[in-house]
């Protein structure tokens, strides 16, 4: 399958500040990629489909001027915390692109503290 | 809506023992996807297969094994044979036509504990 990698692994930031998370297409070109949000022992929850050139589609619910999400190139996907606080504290995965079947490739995860 | 719902929150079984993990689906659309993912403690999910809603076959692979039955709208997983490196959460996820397939739903995922 498609390898995908995120960049952090994990990060811990002060409260107020922004933090970004890189997620890239190793072997394949992505025109969409897929941001995560997992809480502790729960599931995962789509935040946004990262489109290469063009706006992000945001998740109902989504702060999207919180979540900046910037899709550079066909292998490169940022997500941008902006401002975090202590509830932004998660773990963020990335996907894309998906295989011959829809199967999606996921990142390795970004854990992210804000204190 | 697309839901799928994991009924067993945590499931705790000595190595050698036989274990189903549940997946209950809900959708509208005609053609979907199903898929099991794995989530080990690492945290990174692996892909481990995904069936068509035209596909009602039932698939082994090792000592995995799937059983999709449209009538119930199910499609389960079972563990043959456990082993403690099967220990990790796992997730069921669908996704529709109506979406492209491009968006996946996940359920709440079953954290399975497999003891020596």
């Known amino acids: 399958g498609a390898v995908v990698s995120q960049h952090p692994s994990w990060v811990i930031c002060k409260s107020g500040t922004s933090v970004k998370i890189e997620c890239r297409s190793l072997?394949?070109?992505?025109?969409?990629m897929f941001w995560y949000r997992q809480f502790p022992k729960q599931s995962l929850m789509l935040m946004a489909t990262?489109?290469?050139?063009?706006?992000?589609?945001?998740e109902q619910g989504v702060e999207k001027d919180k979540f900046l999400i910037n899709h550079a190139s066909l292998t490169l996907s940022t997500l941008t915390v902006t401002s975090a606080h202590p509830e932004d504290s998660s773990f963020y995965i990335c996907?894309?692109?998906?295989?011959?079947?829809?199967?999606?490739?996921f990142g390795p995860g970004t854990r992210l503290t804000v204190t | 809506a697309q839901k799928v719902t994991q009924a067993q929150t945590e499931i705790s079984v000595v190595e050698k023992e036989d274990v189903t993990l549940d997946c209950v689906y809900e959708?509208?659309?005609?053609?979907?996807?199903l898929f099991w993912y794995k989530q080990p403690p690492s945290g990174e999910l692996v892909f481990l297969i995904r069936?068509?809603?035209?596909?009602?076959q039932n698939e082994i692979s090792g000592r995995y094994s799937w059983n999709f039955q449209k009538s119930t709208s199910s499609f389960n997983f079972t563990i043959t044979a456990s082993q403690v490196v099967d220990s990790a959460v796992y997730f069921c996820?669908?996704?529709?036509?109506?979406?492209?397939?491009?968006?996946?739903?996940f359920g709440t995922g079953t954290r399975l504990l497999v003891s020596p």
């Open positions: 072997d394949f070109q992505a025109t969409t």
């Open positions: 996907s894309g692109p998906t295989g011959p079947s829809y199967e999606q490739y």
């Open positions: 990262s489109n290469e050139g063009s706006k992000a589609t945001y």
């Open positions: 996820a669908l996704s529709g036509w109506n979406t492209g397939f491009q968006k996946l739903v």
């Open positions: 069936r068509n809603s035209f596909d009602e």
């Open positions: 959708t509208r659309d005609t053609t979907y996807y």
